[in-house]
């Protein structure tokens, strides 16, 4: 989608955020050339804050190419809200449902005809307690296998700083202005996978190659090596669980 084609309701999102972005925080924005200028594509973006959708739309809105993110059905239900994702031609995903594959195949269509869509392959905020990305979520994979369109990592830093995630009292920490930083890397190369059967382990395994880029460019902006293995949700959950029935069983002996 070339920057004529931006249409109303993305300009007047543009309008109402663009303001306030500007006005609160500094930029340091890079990679930008590794936009394509034309064709579908897919981005895979970190998420470590609530605003940094906000911060990641500004840096992709300025690039000419505005991206199609996929929300949380129930997003849709409100009123301003709802209006506006509408508008500039959100996906909505249908969790667990039988619409579960809706978003699926919109991603597939978006692309096919030659618009950007954004991944945050991590599914939810990350929590991993240094904020380094998770083990990601298999979607953007399987949208790029069918596809075979170019997924471009970008990593960001800067929105958990002034909005940490998961706050027990979500405060704004506006001041000092902080700086977003958003930098977008060259396209993964996936092609290895193209003629595989997209198994789920070959999905892990392509999600796993697109997970690496993205916090290869953290670590870059972050000037930090991330850990060897990234957070996984799932596995300290059962770790928690273990611990607990561990703890409950201990003091059932005493």
């Known amino acids: 989608m070339s920057r004529r084609r931006i249409g109303f309701w993305y300009r007047l999102a543009a309008v109402i955020a ?17 936009i394509p200028a034309d064709g579908g594509f897919i981005t895979a973006v970190n998420h470590n804050s609530y605003v940094d959708p906000l911060s990641y739309a500004h840096f992709q809105y300025n690039t000419g190419r505005v991206p ?19 508008g500039t031609g959100q996906i909505p995903v249908y969790r667990e449902t039988s619409n579960a594959l809706d978003a699926f195949r ?26 380094w990305p998770m083990v990601g979520k298999t979607g953007a994979a399987r949208v790029a296998l069918e596809t075979r369109c170019p997924v471009v990592p970008v990593a960001q830093w800067g929105a958990n700083l ?47 190659v697109i997970m690496a880029a993205i916090t290869s460019l953290l670590e870059e902006l972050r000037g930090e090596q991330a850990p060897e293995k990234p957070y996984d949700p799932r596995q ?15 003091e059932d002996t005493k």
């Open 18 to 34: 663009k303001p306030p972005l500007v006005l609160l925080f500094k930029r340091d924005w890079r990679g930008m050339q590794h």
């Open 68 to 86: 199609r993110f996929l929300a949380k059905a129930a997003l849709f239900d409100v009123t301003f809200v709802g209006m506006m994702l509408r």
């Open 106 to 131: 919109a991603a597939v269509d978006a692309i096919r005809r030659g618009e950007c869509v954004a991944f945050y392959p991590e599914g939810t905020l990350t929590r991993d307690p240094e904020m």
């Open 162 to 208: 002034a909005m940490p995630p998961y706050a027990k009292e979500k405060k704004f920490q506006f001041f000092p202005r902080k700086t977003l930083e958003v930098r977008a890397g060259e396209p993964v190369d996936l092609s290895a996978f193209y003629d595989r059967e997209p198994t789920p382990e070959v999905l892990k395994e392509a999600t796993e």
């Open 236 to 250: 300290a959950r059962i770790e928690q669980r273990r611990k607990a029935a561990g703890s409950t069983s201990g």
